[in-house]
């Protein structure tokens, strides 16, 4: 950012997306150029998927845990679409890796996704194990308990 010609700051973190594509497999599948719509989107997907082979038509590029679904909800929500619309969701868990900043610059935004919406959130902070601590299990057994009660109408 600049004022008056002068650099004045700095992104710490940008998620930019991209598509990269392999014009070899765009070319023997008769393509041409990028997909113009999420409807093309697909149709190309399909047409250069050969799974005998391992080759798929499409992915979804991330290095950290939390950041596949971030990218995957940007593309639900482009296309019209919500995580949540027919989900019957009554409750969400988000969990991220403690003093990852990348993924818990996306907690403030989570919140307002969930709040806006009405739906209680589980908020989990651990570190990078293959197991959840005690203290996790316990609280997300309880969240679980508050959700099954709310949809009995029995008190919490």
Known sequence: MTDDGALVALPIMVHNCAMYYRTN??????????PKSWDEYRDFAKKTTDSANGIFGTMVCSKQSIEAATRL??????AGGDLLDASGARGAVVHVQKF???ELFDVPMLR?????RGVPVLYLEGE??????GQAVTRLEAFV???SAKGTGRAA
Request: glycine share 6%.
């Open 25 to 34: 497999l765009f070319e023997k599948a008769g393509l041409s150029g990028a």
């Open 73 to 78: 909800h940007s593309f639900y929500q482009q």
């Open 100 to 102: 990852c900043e990348p």
């Open 112 to 116: 307002r996704f969930f709040d806006a």
């Open 128 to 133: 990078l194990e293959a197991d959840l601590s």
């Open 145 to 147: 308990e508050l959700l």
